[in-house]
């Protein structure tokens, strides 16, 4: 007979920029590869990965990805020379290259990394042209934010009588 137990769907998120949806409105999205060496897809997997201050960089008709922080582990960095913060080729198709640039031109508008996470056994990030926010926006995002816990927790307590 078959096995009837089922493995429940993992999250393929590795980590996310949650700073970015604060910081900026974001507009389009695109999925891009990531070109890694060895101990860093290691350091993934163990979760040791930052991106609150990546970006992504054009220059040459090429996209990099600049600012995330990958740390070793302890037992790779004994025989690697490893650079937390080195800068990684995004893997993107021309056309889409050809947007990104377009948007990166225009004014005001950047294109930050909001996560990586696995597809099979290959590390893809989430890219996406961004607009940054000014002041009264982010206030106006964090009432909005606010009144919805507020609701919620009404429902929840109504629902509780």
């Given at each position: 007979?078959?096995?009837?137990?089922?493995?429940?769907?993992?999250?393929?998120?590795?980590?996310?920029?949650?700073?970015?949806?604060?910081?900026?409105?974001?507009?389009?999205?695109?999925?891009?590869?990531?070109s890694?060496?060895?101990?860093e897809?290691?350091?993934?997997?163990?979760?040791?990965?930052?991106l609150?201050?990546s970006?992504?960089?054009?220059?040459?008709?090429?996209?990099?990805?600049?600012?995330a922080?990958?740390?070793?582990?302890?037992?790779?960095s004994?025989?690697?020379?490893?650079?937390?913060?080195?800068?990684?080729?995004?893997?993107?198709?021309?056309?889409?290259?050809?947007q990104i640039?377009?948007?990166?031109?225009?004014?005001?508008?950047?294109?930050?990394c909001?996560?990586?996470?696995?597809?099979?056994?290959?590390?893809?990030?989430?890219?996406?042209?961004?607009?940054?926010?000014?002041?009264?926006?982010?206030?106006?995002?964090?009432?909005n934010?606010?009144?919805?816990?507020q609701?919620?927790k009404?429902?929840?307590?109504?629902?509780?009588?």
């Amino acid at each position: 007979m078959a096995n009837s137990k089922r493995k429940k769907p993992s999250d393929n998120t590795i980590a996310q920029n949650k700073r970015a949806r604060y910081e900026y409105q974001l507009l389009d999205s695109f999925e891009a590869g990531v070109s890694l060496t060895g101990w860093e897809v290691k350091a993934l997997r163990a979760g040791k990965v930052q991106l609150t201050d990546s970006y992504v960089l054009m220059k040459d008709g090429q996209a990099f990805l600049l600012g995330a922080n990958i740390n070793p582990l302890s037992t790779a960095s004994t025989h690697f020379v490893t650079d937390p913060t080195r800068t990684r080729k995004l893997l993107l198709h021309k056309k889409e290259l050809a947007q990104i640039n377009a948007g990166v031109t225009q004014k005001g508008q950047t294109c930050v990394c909001t996560a990586l996470y696995w597809k099979g056994h290959l590390v893809k990030a989430r890219i996406e042209l961004a607009q940054g926010k000014k002041l009264h926006d982010k206030r106006e995002t964090e009432k909005n934010r606010d009144w919805e816990r507020q609701k919620a927790k009404i429902v929840r307590d109504n629902t509780k009588q």
